[in-house]
């Protein structure tokens, strides 16, 4: 007869005993990688085991939001000596973009160089409610070709946004076009990180069918300042799905006789495209596009001056020269926009599209009054003293986005993610010629990154287990 090994034969006497060591052996493991890992300890496979309601969102963007910044210097240097020290105290090791390279870093004026290394020396710490991984480039790469790249859609905001991400994902990215060697380009012109075919975590990467590293985007960024073109917006100002009720109005005279004029726009420039435009690059496959995320944000262009149908003199300027009109058809314009944003992702699904697709909408970030002259972080968001372009109302925006949004079943594929918070309490880290733009490495936009990383790969990939 074969004897069955010790180990394996069930005693009622030794059973109990046996259960017990397991579990020590378990618990040690358990709290070796806890203790040992750079990363929050998490185990989800786990849990699901007992019961998916056990599960939680790791960090949701309001428990992200929630945190404060805490001064956490990387660098010895007491001052700033030359430019490209800004790159190590932001904890860079380059970055692959160069349009406007200093002007991005803020060391394009030397009289401002007073405010390093303490603008670079802030960490943004979320909620202890929140489990999220550490920011880690190389990390972003590697998910971005396996499971799709950003591509990033906005006004010049976001574009210091994909600036911030060629230092971040650096050297693992290269850049273009080359503004250096070809100056030509102007600001509309569209910016792409590429794979860099010298990356070391190349052999690590499982590439997806017909990705190409020379030709296949991992980050893009397109000029969309308003995500509808201005075609689009004027007949949409002039259809009957925009009516301007009295309420809407912020002008008596106008209240009591109201016509829509000619065109809706003024002389302000903005660059914009239409949906029918950029949806289908985001929707392509490799080689020519490998994309998982659209990521988008507008509010600063929606102007009373840009809009200029909607200006009311009248209203004056502590009712912002009639913004709440333009809000009315911002409201209206944004319904249109999600809408055929949702059935392109929907129809791409049906046609037989398998890669996950999705857009996040990143809260608008107005600027900061007098920002030259605070050299730290707040611990509440400044109220206004001034009525400042279309800043004050920027908030109204975001509300009625994010209320737009709220319904996951109209449009389940897009997200509003209201993460404007920790920006709103850095009015140190702005760039040198105006209090709008922010600094690339004190850690705003690096947040707005992190964030979205997590998001896209934690929050998202949980909601479509439930």
């Given at each position: 007869m074969t004897k069955v090994p010790a180990l394996l034969s069930i005693r009622p006497?030794?059973?109990?005993?046996?259960?017990?060591?397991?579990?020590?052996?378990?618990?040690?493991?358990?709290?070796?990688?806890?203790?040992?890992?750079?990363?929050?300890?998490?185990?989800?496979?786990?849990?699901?085991?007992?019961?998916?309601?056990?599960?939680?969102?790791?960090?949701?963007?309001e428990q992200w939001s929630s945190g404060r910044w805490v001064?956490?210097?990387?660098?010895?240097?007491?001052?700033?000596?030359?430019?490209?020290?800004?790159?190590?105290?932001?904890?860079?090791?380059?970055?692959?973009?160069?349009?406007?390279?200093?002007?991005?870093?803020?060391?394009?004026?030397?009289?401002?160089?007073?405010?390093?290394?303490?603008?670079?020396?802030?960490?943004?710490?979320p909620s202890s409610q929140c489990d999220v991984h550490p920011l880690n480039g190389a990390a972003m790469v590697k998910d971005m070709v396996e499971n799709g790249g950003w591509l990033l859609l906005g006004d010049s905001i976001t574009e210091n946004h994909f600036f911030s991400l060629s230092c971040l994902l650096y050297p693992h990215v290269r850049a273009t076009p080359n503004y250096t060697e070809n100056p030509y380009f102007d600001r509309a012109w569209q910016q792409h990180l590429y794979l860099s075919p010298s990356?070391?975590?190349?052999?690590?990467?499982?590439?997806?069918?017909?990705?190409?590293?020379?030709?296949?985007?991992?980050?893009?960024?397109?000029?969309?300042?308003?995500?509808?073109?201005?075609?689009?917006?004027?007949?949409?100002?002039?259809?009957?799905?925009?009516?301007?009720?009295?309420?809407?109005?912020?002008?008596?005279?106008?209240?009591?006789?109201?016509t829509k004029a000619e065109s809706l726009f003024?002389?302000?420039?903005?660059?914009?495209?239409?949906?029918?435009?950029?949806?289908?690059?985001?929707?392509?496959?490799?080689?020519?596009?490998n994309y998982g995320t659209l990521v988008v944000s507008t509010a600063g262009h929606w102007t009373t001056t840009a809009f200029s149908a909607f200006r009311d003199e009248d209203a004056g300027e502590d009712a912002g020269y009639g913004i709440q009109n333009v809000l009315a058809f911002f409201k209206v314009a944004m319904r249109t926009w999600a809408g055929e944003v949702q059935d392109a992702i929907t129809e791409y699904h049906k046609n037989g599209g398998r890669r996950p697709k999705q857009v996040v909408?990143?809260?608008?970030?107005?600027?900061?009054?007098?920002?030259?002259?605070?050299?730290?972080?707040?611990?509440?968001?400044?109220?206004?003293?001034?009525?400042?372009?279309?800043?004050?109302?920027?908030?109204?925006?975001?509300?009625?986005?994010?209320?737009?949004?709220?319904?996951?079943?109209?449009?389940?594929?897009?997200?509003?993610?209201?993460?404007e918070r920790p920006g709103r309490l850095r009015p140190d880290a702005h760039a040198s010629g105006d209090c709008l733009h922010l600094i690339s490495g004190t850690g705003v936009l690096e947040g707005w990154s992190h964030y979205i990383w997590h998001f896209v790969t934690r929050e998202v990939q949980q909601k479509d287990l439930v």
């Open positions: 006497r030794s059973l109990s005993t046996k259960v017990l060591l397991l579990g020590a052996i378990i618990t040690f493991a358990i709290t070796l990688y806890t203790f040992s890992s750079s990363y929050s300890f998490r185990i989800p496979a786990w849990s699901s085991i007992f019961s998916q309601q056990r599960q939680r969102s790791p960090c949701t963007p001064y956490s210097p990387t660098s010895d240097l007491v001052n700033l000596t030359r430019p490209e020290q800004a790159l190590s105290l932001a904890g860079f090791e380059g970055c692959a973009a160069d349009r406007e390279y200093h002007w991005h870093l803020g060391t394009d004026h030397e009289e401002q160089w007073d405010r390093f290394p303490k603008v670079s020396s802030y960490r943004w710490v990356s070391p975590i190349i052999p690590e990467i499982t590439m997806p069918k017909g990705f190409s590293i020379e030709n296949t985007p991992l980050v893009s960024f397109r000029r969309v300042d308003l995500l509808l073109n201005g075609t689009e917006l004027n007949t949409l100002y002039h259809s009957p799905a925009f009516s301007v009720e009295p309420t809407d109005l912020d002008s008596q005279d106008l209240r009591s006789q109201y003024g002389d302000e420039a903005f660059w914009s495209l239409s949906p029918s435009e950029y949806m289908p690059t985001f929707l392509d496959s490799p080689p020519d596009a909408v990143r809260a608008y970030m107005p600027g900061h009054e007098n920002c030259h002259n605070i050299f730290e972080p707040t611990e509440t968001i400044t109220p206004w003293a001034y009525t400042w372009y279309n800043w004050p109302w920027i908030p109204d925006f975001n509300t009625e986005f994010q209320e737009l949004l709220s319904s996951s079943s109209e449009f389940p594929d897009i997200h509003y993610l209201p993460i």
